[in-house]
């Protein structure tokens, strides 16, 4: 055997060890911080708001439901042209990558960078039935403080 192979060899079992060491570091992190149900679903209701993984999931963010503007059910073919076509401006979360099924669009109030989050939560339709819901339940809630 030549010692080019050897060495080739070396390097991709080496870096088959570091991908496996990575995996399993992540996923003990995200046991540890209480982030694999964030993971899991994409997006949780939770009874202020929603929360959802931060870039590279290095955490949670938290949304209350009085920063939400509005929320739609969109199948995802129509999210993708309407993206193409800067309907969403360019500042976007990336949307999840589900080509099939429907994605909810939350649309944040200003002053927030972005404007737009997109979800494909395992039952989309459940969950923006569920937040349409809350939110009602949040606004009526304000709108009675304020009196």
């Not at 694999?36 to 949780?44: F, I, K, Q, S, T």
């Not at 042209?81 to 500042?91: D, E, Q, V």
């Not at 429907?102 to 937040?131: A, T």
């Amino acid at each position: 055997m030549s010692p080019g192979l050897i060495i080739i060899g070396l390097f991709l079992l080496g870096a088959v060890v570091v991908g496996l060491i990575t995996l399993l570091t992540m996923r003990l992190v995200l046991r540890r911080t209480n982030m694999e149900r964030v993971v899991n679903e994409g997006v949780l209701l939770t009874e202020i708001g929603i929360e959802y993984p931060r870039f590279l999931y290095l955490g949670k963010r938290k949304t209350r439901f009085s920063e939400i503007r509005s929320v739609e059910l969109v199948p995802y073919g129509e999210v993708a042209k309407s993206i193409l076509m800067l309907r969403y401006g360019i500042s976007i979360r990336r949307p999840p990558l589900k080509p099939c099924g429907d994605l909810v669009v939350v649309r944040l109030k200003h002053p927030n960078p972005i404007e737009y989050l997109f979800f494909g939560p395992r039952d989309p339709l459940e969950f923006f039935e569920q937040l349409r819901r809350r939110m009602g339940r949040t606004s009526a809630a304000d709108a009675g403080n304020e009196k």
